[in-house]
């Protein structure tokens, strides 16, 4: 994002992205072992869906408007009135703030509670999952000395 003179963005982005990726390596450590479990059978279906959707998804992309065409449909009405009545509308300086906070603001809203959502979720699914080391007697929860 910060080609798109968007650091905010980029800098929340990479904060996020390094903390998510920091708890799932450290999550799916903590649910692995350290012996690998030999495949029963060749896995051909799951590579051959692989290699139909990614060429489903590079044919889908040939049409696409290549990055910052100023013909692309998003820019001929939307981001000209953006840019121009932004300040006078909402009164803040900084452009992408006002269009996530302001113009995009349901938009932004529904992202956070997506990604609040699927924490909740991640949380209830590992909170069951957890594994005990070997040897290790099952405790209850809440039970005090």
Aim: net charge negative; aromatic share 4%; glycine share 10%.
């Amino acid at each position: 994002m910060s080609f798109l003179d968007q650091p905010d963005v980029a800098f929340t982005e990479a904060s996020v992205g390094a903390g998510i990726s920091t708890v799932l390596i450290l999550v799916t450590l903590s649910l692995t072992t350290s012996e690998e479990k030999q495949p029963e059978h060749a896995p051909l279906l799951p590579l051959v869906v692989v290699i139909v959707t990614g060429a489903i998804l590079v044919y889908g992309t040939i049409d696409l408007p290549r990055l910052g065409d100023p013909e692309a449909p998003a820019n001929l009405h939307v981001a000209p009135r953006y840019i121009e009545d932004s300040q006078h509308e909402i009164e803040v300086p900084n452009l992408v703030t006002a269009v996530l906070a302001s113009y995009r603001g349901y938009d932004t809203l529904g992202e956070t509670a997506v990604i609040l959502t699927a924490g909740v979720g991640v949380m209830i699914l590992l909170g069951g999952a957890r594994r005990r080391r070997p040897g290790t007697p099952k405790t209850t929860r809440g039970a005090g000395p």
